[in-house]
């Protein structure tokens, strides 16, 4: 509209009253993590194929790197941090941060292995961990068309993208109980939300969580009394409701150190019935 009125009272100055910078950011889209089958698939003929970039791949599903800081490791970026500790030192990436994620066994393999390999080509060597044959570009583009050749081979006619391997890790963490800072340094992020925007809570999260807090209620662990001696007890209601309180806690606190099953559950019984019988002692004309 004002580009119209410019051109049609000859005032250039209206078309630049409203600035690119002006107009919100439309809503950007991040791809989901894999689903459980996509991943097992992927990741059995990355493991199957075994060569330089299936075993990038690889690092990026158990790392949470980006490609692009995948493509910019160093040759040595694998660093005994304690004793049999070892960390990956992930270069500058997107948003200019630096940061050490911690490697197991199984990542520290695939290093060694890229290593090895990287050895092996006939290209000099240049300080990085994947050789680039001509430009880093060039090893992105060879990167991402081998991703694509995986989904061909496994039988995964939706797009997915190398990106969604970090949401995969990213969620994998937080399945395992890694807190949201935790998961935030290992991602490389700079505030909270940006990770909540790579972690999927599913139906089967939700279920866990909610059968924990059923089996482990918090208003089942009222604050311990010390048990007083026989001979401090009073033969008046007071006392009588306190050894009940007292009581009905230890058998609760018993009752969760066992097994699911029949005992766990006739204590279950029991200790909901010394919770009527208090109720039943506080009943009005019973004093």
Known sequence: MLQELAWTEDLPA???????QDTPRAEHYLPRPLTAEQDRLTQQELL???DRNSNAFLLLRHTGMRIGECADLSFDCLHLV???RWAIQVPLGKLKT???VPADAFVVRLVERLRLLRSQDPLPADGFLLARPSSRNALLRS??????DILVSVGIAKRLVPHQLRHSYGTEM???????LAVMKLLGHLKPEMSLHYVEVSLLDLEREFLLARSQPRHLMPTSRLLASPASHQANLASL????????????????????GRQRRLFGRLANRLTKIAAEA???GRG
Not at 143 to 148: D, E, H, K, Q, Y
């Open 82 to 84: 304690g004793p049999q």
């Open 282 to 284: 506080r009943k009005p």
């Open 241 to 260: 409701l306190d050894a009940l309180h007292v009581a009905r806690h230890v058998l609760e606190m018993y009752r969760r150190t066992l097994p699911q």
């Open 14 to 20: 209206l078309a630049r009253l409203i600035l690119r």
């Open 98 to 100: 630096e940061r050490m």
């Open 143 to 148: 990167l991402r068309s081998f991703w694509r």
């Open 174 to 180: 937080t399945r395992a109980g890694v807190s949201l």
């Open 48 to 50: 199957r194929r075994d």
